[in-house]
């Protein structure tokens, strides 16, 4: 029994130095964080691959916009009635655009 109180003694005894360290870590943060500033190196490394993946876009020429490859006046059957593959391929934006127009009048979507 004695054992038991010297033992939670000693330990009472060493948790009270753990906020003092805790502290001094904060203190060490604080003094770091005052001499030299924070830099991202994740933001910088994703920006990296960024670049590379889409390329640099002050370099690449603005496109003027296109005129719709479906007509406005296409219907579903008119599209997709046939295996024929279409004539030139239609951005997924534009595709995308058609299908919820015939789906809004269909009452299928919402």
Known sequence: MENDVSNSHSLAMNNSSFPTVI???????????????????????????????????????????REPTISWCATYEDLLSTN???SQPIPLSEMIDFLVDIWLEEGLYD
């Open 23 to 65: 502290n001094d870590g904060a203190k060490l943060m604080e003094q770091n964080a005052n001499n030299i500033p924070f830099i991202n190196q994740g933001a910088i490394a994703w920006n990296r691959m960024r670049r590379e993946w889409v390329g640099d876009q002050s370099k690449r020429p603005h496109r003027a916009p």
């Open 84 to 86: 024929q593959p279409f």
